[in-house]
């Protein structure tokens, strides 16, 4: 696809903008640079050319401020392979935006097809870069760290992220597990779970237990409930203790109120609030007197002042006409404020219209219509404006019909004759291009070499059946290192036993022999001794006991010495006979430790044989000797795995040579098909090359037809040019002369209109001064009349004599004059009145209070003794006697409700008490030691509600099962993440190994070149080399020093970015096919060897596609057109 | 005589959501499953029913904890005060527990079992039999009683049926044989999913979970008031789970940018929202761009602001590629990967020991099933997580 021209129509700031993108000359590569200094657009351009790709982006737009969003409009001509030049356009609807050269919808399939089903920000990675994409870029395949395919990937998509991305994977993954990972996700989460389920064990609280605390609580809570109530029985009677001594104390109060009120004089009570009632009329009386004096003088002054203000007879009049005269006005003003200036400026005004009639009379004349009324000739601003653009279009469209004749004769003029018109090669051009791609065969036989060279080395030291062990399948890792853990400490748990067993055995013969030993001991025998012994001493006891004599005690004594001996035998027997039962306990103790012994010996051997059968059979599915241990497992696994792994590649290899060789076979028949179609034949061996010729041929005839054919299009264009110009001008025209078709004006061409104008504009502006100024006049002589009239009626009013010179203004201000003082002595007058009638009103209110206070005062008194005081003293010395009797009563009242507020019993028995000094203490000791016990109490009862609920709450494992399941939840969802980024790792490392397989040579050879031009020839190669983590991208100096990529500086980072794309490009170029290439001022960090170098470079890009190059550096042009032949410059439009 | 009927109680179960993260949130979410249940037996008050019929799994285990008992009985001696019996069963989740381990359940509360098969109320016979093991595989219905002649039967039974997608058989039993015993009415249990059926005059009654504990169980949230006079039974239906899980499928992949995200979160979320439930949601996101964990961060900004609404999960899926789109590499190269024997042994070893790591509960997440999904999950992320890299 290739962009020829970019119409930014109705884009952000752009209206009716274009970009022309020319075609290169023949055998130019196709570059276009296109200039604009910032803030020309250039971005503008950009994402209006992606729009128009992939259509407006949905939601508030960035470049709709000047136009509203619904009409942005994009548009250009792109050369789509199969369709030729492509004229679209796309506005901003969400649906069917993409329009053809006559404004119909079309299918975005045309464009989606072009673009090889590539999305916007696809190709915005594949197809664009700018100086921040090359430098982060730069610095991205550095922390590929070695991994070429990230590399490859790098440059194919534009995606650099991939080594963060992996990383970042991992990372999550170990995040949640790893082998011997202390502080996993998953680790946590299981230990916390064995907490949990411990922490749900320990706190179960079992039926019986729960019985047994809820007896103590509600035991307690008793014995509380009766501490209470003793408590409250001590409240009680202190309560009632108090309440006697209450009632003791007012009685006594009583007694002596009744003394003092023997001293008052009688009469009832005053009620409530009469002392203040008879303070106030006391007040009211004293006040209302004094009030009635003054109203007195007051009212003697305001009869003085109504005498001197009399009214005046003629101010009614007078006012009348004055009111009048003030309701003219003129100029928005008061017509007497204007008075004096009136008639000067009424014969100004006159001389001012007299000169503008004369003004439009001399213009007229010289329109040569001197007779025509002036308002006639008057037009609109407007309809002047319509009158000159009609007479401007009418001379433009002229001229532009001339130009447009001439370039149309200029056009035939070149075109010349058609030449021959080419032949259709499309079919042999596909399969030749089909037969490229699969012309070289070497590269997948080296790679399957390879391959079968890695296998052989990896199966080296394997029996030759390592196929058929591996397709049988190897046993699990896991169960291979379980195997060898278990026999190392079977093997060591044996020898262990067995030492064991030897020493225990040994220690039971030892304990066997000595029990023997001790069971062949005489002494051991000696019951029958001890008992004939015996029986000889009592029988010489018997027989000799009547007579003793000394030879009887001799006997005696013998006898008793033999049973002495008898005794010790005895005693000895005892002692071997507790020996013997130790060394038989001892026998026995030992071989039952022999016989446990034997048993996990003989449990271990037992063990050892099963697994000996399990390692035979893991042994010949290694495919190892009979009698390879399991120590030589891991190993063998590791050999048979690599191999596995190599196999399956080496067979990739070999379905990859087998399927490219297939493809060979069919290209070259489909080449020789199409070729024999167009005529052409020969062997198969030089056939490609006979069909390459022929194609080139064909190229260069293709493009003289298509470029006499486009200069054929070109004079249709022109022509229809020529008529659109004809059409406008009679439409010009047309319009000058119904516009002009009511003008009395002699000349009505578009030249005698164009000169009329300025006299035309100038009598509407005359015209429109004279009727204002007329307006003006009329009013003054109107005004002037009126100020006459009213000035000889208020003479008369005023009877005073009137002169015509006399200044009018003098009368008026003596009328306002009077006016004015008559106002001001009826205003006197009346509030004086009004003052009059009040004081006279408040006089009379004042004498009748004070006698109704009066009044009053006799009737609070009445019935009482006293009379001989005065008020304010009688009703004091009332009122304490009255306070007495109420004190004597509320005692009683107190009394009487302390002691109905307490036990009535309680309250008779301590009354009886009473009085007495230590009752009281005596009741708060007691209500004291009835507290002490009643806290008591309820603090064991507490304590025992406090362990059942305890144990109650504590039995609540609804927040332990609530924190199980979540993190179960929390643990599924984690593995699952887990297992997706470990899965993803796996398939992208895998997927990144194979694009390094696919791309490497063709690739590394684009990268090197476009980095060793690139880099003006300091370095020299780009190579890969091989190690331990992968392989790795190293430049080459021409000094022979090979630095690794991440080793480079930041500028060299970007460069060997640079290439990569560069190569990606040509990767994507060969297939699916070569799009715009566009880019974005990236040049400015390079110096300006390498920025030709670059540009070479995107020369290389336009001889196989389309080069697009944004910039803002004159410089950067400059070295443009030094260095890419034949590159089109274009300004950033206006 | 009118009856409410619930079973698959399960108290003491929590609810089994991400939303359990959010502390707050937690304390609403645990306390759901109990607050079903208080609604429910306000309903039988408030509609004065002559019965309350739980038909086993009250408890979600077999030695649940003293409050939940507590609290079970509480309601029930509610339920009792309003002079409205209650009969149950045990099912195969409490069917070892001793209900009066904590002390007597009054005359009101009948607990049907072997030794107590049935019990008369109101002229209404009730009939059931509990589990006393966790797991039966033999059907309980030749022993129910025969049905008492002349009067109504109401059978209680914890059963699976002739067994149902997703659940093991306990108890199983004929339909056809449950229908043709005899009994005027079945209250059934154990299958979480409300349904019921009716044959000639005999209707059989599936309330379900009255509060669904995770997205699986989400057509539950019911109890059913079965109205049984001269004619069939009726049935009507009433709301009682006030925590409700739902789908928002939302396809993201036109938004270009995340204020666009935001705001086609903010509209779909919104309208989840209910004036009487919290709903919890599942939301399936079709999108080429962001990947689950951007999505969820995402959608807990926008839901701050939307009360009653809150997350259970998020998935993300692809959408589907153009048939000519040739453009991503890597995603075609990891496709072919997957082909590879190397890679599958590989991928499967690698599944295997995370799965052999994880607690026996959750090990049937990663199974080697779940390994084709998992593999499309993980080219997806691994395409979402460049792109999205690639756009910063």
Redo the contacts between chains.
Sequence with gaps: MRLNRLNLIRYGRFDGAEIVLPRPAEGNPDVTVIYGPNESGKSTAFHGFLELLFGMKAGAHPYAFKFERNDLLVGAELGIPGRGATILRRNGKRTQSLLDDQDRPVEDAILSSALHGLGLDDYVERFSLNDKGLREGGERIAGAKGDLGQLLHAGVSGLTNMADTLREMTARAEQFHKKGGRSTSLKTGKDRLAEIGRAMRVDRLTPERERALRKDRDTAQKAYNDADAALAQARKRQAAGKAAQVWYDRTEDMRETDEALSRFPDGPDLKPGTLEQIAALVTTISEKTSRIEEADGRIARHVEVIAANEADPVAANLAVELAKLDQVKIDGASLTSRADTARSDLEKRTGERDDVVRQMEKAQATLRVPDVPAASLALPTEDLESLANAAQACQTTEAELKAARDVLKTAREQLGDAPPEPQDLSELQVAFGAWQKVADLSLSEQALEAENARLAKAVSGLPTSWPKLIENGLPARETLDDILREWSTLTSDIASASADFETREAEYKAARAKREADEGEPSSIDAAATEETRRLRDAAWQSHRSALSDETANRFEDAMYADDGARTNFLMGTEARQKLANSRALENTTRAVRDTTKAKLEKLIEKRDTLSKRIASNTEALGLSPDAGPASFTERYSTLLTASEIAAEVANAEKAVAALSKRQKEALKDLSVAARLVEIKGEESDLPARVHKALALQDSVRQAWEKWRRGEQGISEYEKAVSQAETKKNAAITRLETLTAALPLPDRTASGIKTALSHLRTLQQLHTEYKSLAGRVEALERAVQTLGQSTTRLAETLQESLDPEDNPLLIIDRARTRVSKAAEADRLRGREEERLAEESQSRKRAIDARDEAQSQLDKLFEGQGGTDLLPMERASLLSKRDGLRAKHSDADKHRNETRDSVDGELFDEELTRLPDATREAELQQELDDAQEARDRARDESFEKDRLYREAYNAADNSDFITEQATILEELRNGARRAAVAQLGVLAARGALKRLAAERRSTMLQDVEEAFVAMTSQDWEKVEVWSQTEGEKLVGVKTDGNAVPVESMSTGTMGQLYFALRLAGYRSFARDPGPLPMILDDILETFDDTRAAAALHLCAEIGRSGQAIIFTHHVHLVELARKSIPGVSIVDMPN | MRLLASADIHL???????A??NPEL?DR??QATRNAFIRTVDLAISESVDALVLAGDIF?KD?P????CAFLLAQLTRAADANIPTMLIRGNHDALL?HG??GDLGPMIHLLHKGSPSVEIRDVWFHGLSFDAAHVSKSFLPDYPAPVQGRKNIGLMHTSLDGSPGHDPYAPCSEKDLMAHGYDLWCLGHIHAPFEHTSDSVLAVMPGIPQPRHFGERTGGTVALVELGDDAPTIERYEVGKLAFAECPLDLN???DVP?VLRELRTGLQGLQHPEHDTAVRLRVTTGHHT?EELTSLADEVLENIDRVFLD?VKVAPPEL?D???????VR??R???N????Q???K???????????R??TD??TEKALDA??E???N??TL???A???E
Excluded: W
Aim: aromatic share 2%; charged share 30%.
């Design positions: 003491g179960s929590p609810i089994r959501s991400a359990m993260r937690g979410l645990k979600d030695q904890d003293l409050k939940t001793d381990a904590h036109e938004c270009s666009e689950t999960k153009k000519n789109s040739k453009a991503d590499d890597l190269l990891m072919e990967e997957l590879e024997p190397g890679f042994l590989a991928s070893q690698a599944l295997e020991e995370l799965r052999t790591a994880l607690p509960e959750i997440e990663l998992l593999l999950e993980a080219i992320e691994v997580s460049l792109h890299g690639a756009a």
